[in-house]
């Protein structure tokens, strides 16, 4: 055992590998994965640690899914458990990428892998929406955080409004809310939590020290590699460029991969062209079928710009440097947010005329997972899914002619299996693959 968590490493270890393949779905599937198991399952989290993690993953650039699984580990076994928790959240994914992007550049025929994750996408589906349904009805406990989460799914599904503009709106709802009477802050109890080794924090100065060789460790981590191409390939070198251009990204990148693909695909394709823009769509659909987060698709950008432009090198060396290049400067930050942020936002929960901002921040996550949940849902069950904009409103229109009926009855009968039949994640997971298979090839 270690520390006062009460769960071993090892056993930790072996379920953020779980978690790390079995991570499809996107941020609301991944949300709902490790709710599942971390506070369903394993009990290791408690429902208010969980989503006070949450809530900060939702403000912090990258990919929220991957930051909240480094949390998470990070809050059971400090340091160490927070990096094998973030990097096997990462690396199943990347490992899958990296051989699809192999593959893609060499024969652009992937149709067996289509065909296995066509299953996969729809059991996701189902268990988005089974863990929607269960933390909205833990969550939801006044008019009030009703009222915050449905302002925070139109704001972001209609609207296009970033997710931490709604996020900070809806922490100021609750600030004001608690000193107007309209939300009662929850009190801070902590007693039943279960107890991890993040449950006493360090003195005052004891964190300011531990932040100050946190913020110069992860700094160095992150950007030295960047300095060390810059330094022996020059600037205008393809993977020199890549580091750059994907480091500002890992900053910029609020609200998650969606918020930022546009701007990527524009610079990838027209600027640096590294990629055309159908092989861009090609690659985001393999990120989407496969496990991680959907930021990975910079992967395989990464990927075939290096293999492309190869100079001096082997073009299939060339393309896995280029992909680990841009994976390693998209997710470094990603700890160094948890490392350097988590310590003050715990203390946070120790503030009792604050809860009542985070529980309205929390209503609002609600909205964003049904966000998520409804436009991941629209593009398992139809073909075809446009973007229209009226006036200052975002509308997606499924072609209704394109609905998949096979993943419609995928989608139905595994939303059944999980919550008629309570079946676990694996095996449902493991027969819609199968079938997937089966519909795809027979």
């Not at 996020?167 to 608690?178: K, N, S, T």
């Not at 992967?299 to 073009?315: K, T």
């Not at 209503?363 to 973007?387: K, P, Q, T």
Request: charged share 10%; with cysteine; proline share 4%.
């Amino acid at each position: 055992m270690t520390g006062t968590s009460g769960v071993s490493f090892r056993e930790a270890f072996l379920v953020w590998l779980k978690i790390g393949f079995l991570s499809f779905g996107g941020p609301a599937g991944q949300i709902a994965l490790m709710h599942r198991i971390l506070v369903e399952e394993k009990k290791w989290l408690s429902e208010p640690q969980f989503l006070h993690a949450l809530n900060f993953c939702m403000l912090l650039p990258g990919p929220e899914a991957q930051q909240l699984a480094t949390y998470s580990g990070w809050l059971l076994h400090g340091l160490r458990g927070g990096f094998v928790a973030g990097l096997l959240f990462v690396l199943p994914g990347f490992l899958v990428m990296l051989v699809l992007s192999v593959l893609y550049a060499a024969y652009a025929e992937l149709a067996l892998i289509e065909a296995l994750f066509f299953g996969i996408k729809a059991a996701v589906f189902a268990i988005v929406i089974e863990a929607l349904i269960r933390i909205g009805s833990r969550v939801m406990k006044t008019r009030a955080l009703y009222g915050v989460a449905a302002v925070a799914f139109v704001a972001i599904f209609f609207f296009d409004i970033p997710f931490p503009l709604v996020v900070a709106g809806a922490a100021l709802f609750g600030f004001l809310g608690a000193r107007g009477g309209w939300i009662s802050p929850p009190a801070a109890d902590l007693t039943g939590e279960p107890l991890t080794d993040r449950t006493v924090l360090p003195t005052k100065w004891g964190m300011a020290w531990q932040s100050f060789i946190t913020l110069a460790v992860g700094l160095i981590l992150w950007l030295g590699p960047v300095a060390a191409l810059i330094f022996f390939l020059g600037g205008s070198h393809v993977l020199a460029q890549q580091a750059i251009f994907f480091s500002q990204m890992a900053v910029a990148s609020f609200g998650g991969a969606y918020a930022v693909l546009a701007y990527v695909a524009q610079e990838a394709v027209q600027n640096y062209g590294w990629l055309s823009a159908g092989e861009m769509l090609d690659g985001l659909g393999l990120a989407e079928t496969t496990p991680g987060p959907l930021i990975l698709v910079l992967q395989f950008v990464g990927y075939l710009g290096a293999f492309r432009e190869a100079s001096g090198i082997d073009p299939l060396m060339s393309g896995m440097v280029g992909a680990v290049v841009t994976t390693w400067v998209t997710f470094a930050p990603c700890f160094l947010w948890i490392f350097l942020g988590a310590p003050y936002i715990e203390r946070l929960r120790r503030i009792e005329n604050l809860n009542a901002m985070f529980a309205a921040v929390t209503a609002a996550v609600v909205g964003v997972i049904l966000n998520l949940s409804i436009w991941f849902g629209l593009h398992v069950l139809f073909a075809e899914v446009e973007e229209r904009h009226v006036s200052m409103l975002r509308l997606w229109s499924p072609d209704l002619a394109t609905l998949d009926l096979w993943a419609l009855a995928l989608s139905i009968g595994a939303l059944v299996a999980v919550l008629r039949f309570k079946a676990g994640m694996v095996p449902v997971l493991g027969v819609a693959a199968l079938l997937g298979l089966a519909i795809r090839f027979f």
